[in-house]
């Protein structure tokens, strides 16, 4: 077995490389961004400033990203 394989089969026994569902009402800064009509980075500076003011609600979720997994954050508007 070559190192990489016994890697991913390290991953794959712990669950980093699984996807989490998106929860419902939850979307990425890009989705935000597409919905208010602005670039992605102006949209994600807006989402931080929601979740600090107490409008949006923020959720790291893991996804793919490429060649590897990591934790996305996806935003929610409070209810």
């Known amino acids: 077995m070559k190192s990489n394989e016994l890697l991913e089969k390290i ?14 009402g939850f979307r990425h800064a890009d989705q935000w961004a597409k919905a208010w009509g ?14 600090r003011t107490g409008l949006l609600e923020c ?6 990203t490429g060649s590897r997994t990591a934790l996305v954050s996806f935003f929610k508007p409070v209810k």
């Open 11 to 24: 991953y794959e026994a712990s669950g980093k490389l699984k996807e989490e569902p998106i929860p419902p």
């Open 38 to 51: 602005m670039h992605r980075t102006n949209a994600l500076r807006a989402c931080r400033i929601g979740v």
């Open 59 to 64: 959720r790291k979720i893991r996804r793919a």
